[in-house]
Every structure is written in C-alpha cells, then in structure tokens.
C-alpha cells in the first residue's frame, strides 16, 4: 500500500493498513516531506512506527528523474547532479528501513521512439532513447554498488510508458539491479492491455507492481480516478492476480489508493476500494 494513498499522517496511514490487513508499506510522502528528503531524526521515527506497527517497507518510491528531457539533461550536470544525490539518500532511507527497492522514473514522455519508411526522419525523436540509456546508467551502477534493486515505474508521463518499453529498457540495460514497477493503470494512458500484452511483456523481470482502477479518455487528453472495479482495469484484476500468483511472483503488489470519491477523503477512496483489492490480490 502507497501510504499517502490514506494520509500523508504517516503514524495514522499505517493504523489503517494494520486495520485493513496489510502489511507492505510503499513510502512517497511522509508529513511534510517526500521520501529522500526526511532527516535522520525522521527515519528512525519511520522506521520505529513500521516496527511498531508490523510492517515491512516494500518500496521507496521517490519521483527520481521525472519530468526531466532527456534532450536537456546531461551526465554530470547540476540537474543529473541533484537527481542523482536525491537517489544517493533514497538509497540511504532504504537500508536503514530494511527495503531492498528503490522506485526511479524515465525521465520526460517523447512521444515517437522508434520508427521507419520515413517516420526516423519525420517523426522520431532521434536519439532519445540512446540518451535515456546514458542518463539512468550512473543510476544503475549506484544501486549495484549499493546492493539495492531499482524498478523503473511504467508511468503515463514518462519516457517509459508500456511493458513493451519498460522490458525493452531493462533488456538492454542488462543489469539484475533494474527490474520494472508495473503500473498497468498508467499504461492504459498509451493504449497497452494490461493483460495479456502488458504482463506478457514483462514476465521474468517485475519487481513491484501498483494497483489501481481508473477512466482514460485518450483524445480528451482525461483521466478519472475511480473505485477498485469500477474502470477500464477491472476486466484485468483477476487475470493479473493469476498470472503472478501462477508464475511464483515474491514481490509487493500496492494499492496505489489516488482515488478521492466527492466530497470525501483520499482515506475515504481507500476504504471503498481496500476489500475488493484484498480479495483478487491476497
């Protein structure tokens, strides 16, 4: 479960976790801060309440990178820089709260990667994903210094949008400390199916994966936050919750709780989406 998906009240968010049964805690924003920005007076505050509470911390899961143009950004300079050193404390958080995977992002969505019969000259963004490759590899050799694994979330602003991308990316960087968090709610925001083809792709390297319904309207440039079941995922939960269950999948799946019914709370969307979530992925 993403905390902040109940309250950025750390202390509270897992009083409701421990309430509903869950115990694998996704750490985003904690009080006042995003993760990687807490003091060492705070981690061990964090680390004393999942202790206390019974949990393990499945994921730090700082936005490292996102947003960022590939084109703009270069290896070494102030803005890679200040990544990179916010990665450098990511990694801290997690050993000191015992998590073995650090969440990055692709940097900004180019929209055409790849293309041919004329579309290499026209409409390709030429050498973006090449660059893309160079910017995360300093990132890559870190977390192997480190012994810590980094999954690349699918995110729908990202240069890494499908499981068709986030396989191919993981392929050809070629180190066992990259893996994928799936997000497959994301990537119905560039048309890809959750399942089969979505799954399909990324079989043999997940590492995390999100969970949450929702509405996309493509052309309408829209997306709609909705209760578990009630969107364009819920033909997939099932399926996905087989797959990973018959492929012998060990890691976390989150409730990425963003949905906020009218007039309520964010804990309020949590609550009317946690049992039937519990009930495909427990």
Not at 21 to 30: K, P
Not at 44 to 62: D, K
Not at 177 to 191: E, F, I, K, M, T
Not at 233 to 240: E, L, R
């Amino acid at each position: 479960m993403i905390t902040d998906g109940i309250s950025r009240d750390f202390g509270r968010a897992l009083e409701v976790m421990q309430e509903h049964g869950l115990r694998h805690a996704e750490l985003q924003y904690l009080w006042d801060k995003e993760v990687g920005d807490l003091s060492d007076a705070q981690i061990g505050r964090a680390e004393a309440l999942v202790r206390s509470h019974g949990m393990e911390v499945a994921c730090i899961s700082r936005h490292v990178f996102a947003g960022l143009p590939v084109g703009q950004t270069e290896v070494g300079d102030s803005t890679h820089g200040r990544q990179m050193d916010a990665l450098r404390r990511c990694i801290e958080t997690a050993q000191a709260l015992d998590c073995g995977l650090v969440r990055i992002m692709s940097f900004r969505k180019e929209m055409i990667l790849f293309g041919s019969g004329g579309a290499e000259q026209w409409n390709v963004a030429t050498g973006a994903w090449d660059k893309l490759k160079l910017l995360l590899a300093p990132a890559v050799r870190l977390a192997e210094d480190a012994g810590v694994t980094l999954v690349v979330e699918t995110g729908n602003n990202a240069m890494v949008t499908s499981g068709h991308l986030a396989r191919k990316l993981v392929d050809e960087m070629g180190s066992r400390h990259l893996r994928v968090l799936w997000d497959p709610g994301n990537s119905l925001y560039c048309a890809e199916p959750a399942y089969p083809d979505g799954y399909q792709a990324l079989r043999g390297c997940l590492g995390h994966v999100h969970i949450k319904d929702l509405l996309v309207d493509i052309p309408k440039a829209t997306v709609r936050q909705v209760r578990y079941g009630d969107g364009q995922m819920a033909p997939f939960f099932a399926k996905i919750a087989a797959a990973l269950e018959a492929d012998g999948y060990l890691g976390a799946v989150s409730l990425e709780s963003v949905y906020r019914p009218s007039g309520g709370s964010f804990e309020d969307g949590f609550r009317a989406s946690c049992a039937a979530f519990r009930e495909t992925f427990s």
